[in-house]
């Protein structure tokens, strides 16, 4: 069975041109064999319109439940006790960083509370003096300003310790970043033995409760009109194909991927049981208001569609070995049908579908 390029290379070199309704016919001279082994050919068919959009997306963790956890210190990570995807508890040690701040923080802590032992002792020896008369007032209260200056800048450098997770009885240097809440880890941006800075911008760790999560849909322009936010849906999964998740359109983006061409639009879907897991591949079925009296319309396979210069083509078999490119306009997508108007297509003509990309390269060449 010869391949698809070998089919391609059969392909005699000739002239085309196109003209604005791009109804020029090509012959492309092969056998019966070649042409039932190398490209499949399907008809234009009348069909009622879908009741259902479909729609692919994928699932991520819903951005209004989340938290990221970014460095306090700066230093070097010792270890790493979350790896991505495990379930944390609100608390528990997420890494370990070895930090010349920590060291910072008890030296001060220690210096205070040595300035407090020695202004408590002067007070002390102050106010016997002035007792006996040998110290005057002002010596004795600048004694007391001096212990309660030293008390607060105490105070000071011990919450600074506990904020930072030191330990007032240990000169070890480490910070362990813990978990703010519970809930599974979704991203992970560090790894054992990265230097750190304190003011960096990217989070070490992000946490959600996976309680809810988004699905992000993709929608061509020529659906959008069939969207609307509030709209249910229901939602597959590969990993559960026959389980159904139903939810509803949440947002809908109002800026268009210029890249894909595509509107993106965020469903909300309760996921108590946390099965559905951040990357997932998700098949969004929207359902469309009802159109008991719309007319049937012009359906193609979606793999007929050849999508070039911002415009869908479709490659017709207009007779026995020659075939034409017809440009198309696309009203809606379902998963096997197109539904297209223009190109002067009538129910019954014939249509490539495998090879389509194939030919239409020949042909616009």
């Given at each position: 069975?010869?391949?698809?390029?070998?089919?391609?290379?059969?392909?005699?070199?000739?002239?085309l041109l196109v003209s604005g309704c791009?109804?020029?016919?090509?012959?492309?001279?092969?056998?019966?064999?070649?042409?039932?082994?190398?490209?499949?050919?399907?008809?234009?068919?009348?069909?009622?319109?879908?009741?259902?959009?479909?729609?692919?997306?994928?699932?991520?963790?819903?951005?209004?439940?989340?938290?990221?956890?970014?460095?306090?210190?700066?230093?070097?990570?010792?270890?790493?006790?979350?790896?991505?995807?495990?379930?944390?508890?609100?608390?528990?040690?997420?890494?370990?960083?070895?930090?010349?701040?920590?060291?910072?923080?008890?030296?001060?802590?220690?210096?205070?509370?040595?300035?407090?032992?020695?202004?408590?002792?002067?007070?002390?020896?102050?106010?016997?003096?002035?007792?006996?008369?040998?110290?005057?007032?002002?010596?004795?209260?600048?004694?007391?300003?001096?212990?309660?200056?030293?008390?607060?800048?105490?105070?000071?450098?011990?919450?600074?310790?506990?904020?930072?997770?030191?330990?007032?009885?240990?000169?070890?240097?480490y910070f362990t970043v813990k978990a703010?809440?519970?809930?599974?880890?979704?991203?992970?941006?560090?790894?054992?033995?990265?230097?750190?800075?304190?003011?960096?911008?990217?989070?070490?760790?992000?946490?959600?409760?996976?309680?809810?999560?988004?699905?992000?849909?993709?929608?061509?322009?020529?659906?959008?009109?069939?969207?609307?936010?509030?709209?249910?849906?229901?939602?597959?999964?590969?990993?559960?194909?026959?389980?159904?998740?139903?939810?509803?359109?949440?947002?809908?983006?109002?800026?268009?991927?210029?890249?894909?061409?595509?509107?993106?639009?965020?469903?909300?879907?309760?996921?108590?049981?946390?099965?559905?897991?951040?990357?997932?591949?998700?098949?969004?079925?929207?359902?469309?208001?009802?159109?008991p009296n719309a007319a049937d319309q012009?359906?193609?396979?979606?793999?007929?569609?050849?999508?070039?210069?911002?415009?869908?083509?479709?490659?017709?078999?207009?007779?026995?070995?020659?075939?034409?490119?017809?440009?198309?306009?696309?009203?809606?997508?379902?998963?096997?049908?197109?539904?297209?108007?223009?190109?002067?297509?009538?129910?019954?003509?014939?249509?490539?579908?495998?090879?389509?990309?194939?030919?239409?390269?020949?042909?616009?060449?």
């Open positions: 069975m010869k391949s698809l390029h070998a089919f391609v290379a059969t392909i005699a070199v000739g002239s791009q109804k020029q016919e090509h012959s492309v001279p092969t056998s019966a064999a070649d042409s039932t082994s190398s490209y499949l050919i399907d008809t234009v068919r009348r069909l009622p319109p879908q009741q259902k959009l479909v729609l692919n997306g994928a699932v991520t963790f819903d951005q209004e439940d989340v938290i990221r956890v970014f460095p306090l210190v700066s230093g070097n990570v010792e270890t790493i006790n979350a790896p991505l995807g495990t379930y944390v508890k609100k608390g528990q040690a997420l890494a370990v960083i070895r930090s010349g701040d920590i060291s910072t923080y008890v030296n001060d802590y220690q210096a205070d509370k040595s300035d407090l032992e020695v202004a408590l002792q002067n007070e002390k020896n102050v106010s016997a003096q002035y007792k006996a008369g040998f110290a005057s007032e002002t010596d004795y209260l600048t004694a007391r300003n001096a212990v309660k200056k030293a008390e607060e800048e105490l105070s000071k450098s011990t919450n600074i310790l506990q904020v930072y997770g030191g330990s007032s009885n240990s000169g070890n240097p703010p809440i519970a809930g599974y880890v979704v991203q992970r941006d560090v790894n054992a033995g990265q230097d750190l800075r304190s003011d960096s911008q990217n989070p070490l760790f992000t946490i959600s409760s996976l309680k809810q999560v988004w699905v992000m849909a993709n929608v061509y322009e020529q659906d959008i009109p069939l969207i609307r936010q509030g709209q249910a849906v229901t939602v597959n999964v590969l990993a559960y194909p026959d389980k159904v998740f139903t939810g509803t359109i949440g947002n809908v983006s109002s800026v268009l991927d210029e890249q894909a061409r595509v509107l993106k639009v965020r469903i909300v879907l309760a996921n108590p049981e946390g099965l559905l897991k951040p990357d997932m591949f998700a098949t969004v079925h929207a359902q469309l208001a009802d159109r012009l359906a193609v396979p979606q793999k007929a569609l050849v999508f070039d210069r911002d415009q869908y083509y479709v490659v017709v078999q207009t007779a026995p070995n020659k075939y034409a490119i017809r440009e198309v306009s696309v009203s809606q997508n379902t998963t096997r049908y197109a539904f297209v108007t223009g190109g002067g297509l009538q129910p019954g003509d014939r249509v490539v579908t495998e090879g389509s990309l194939l030919i239409y390269s020949d042909l616009t060449n």
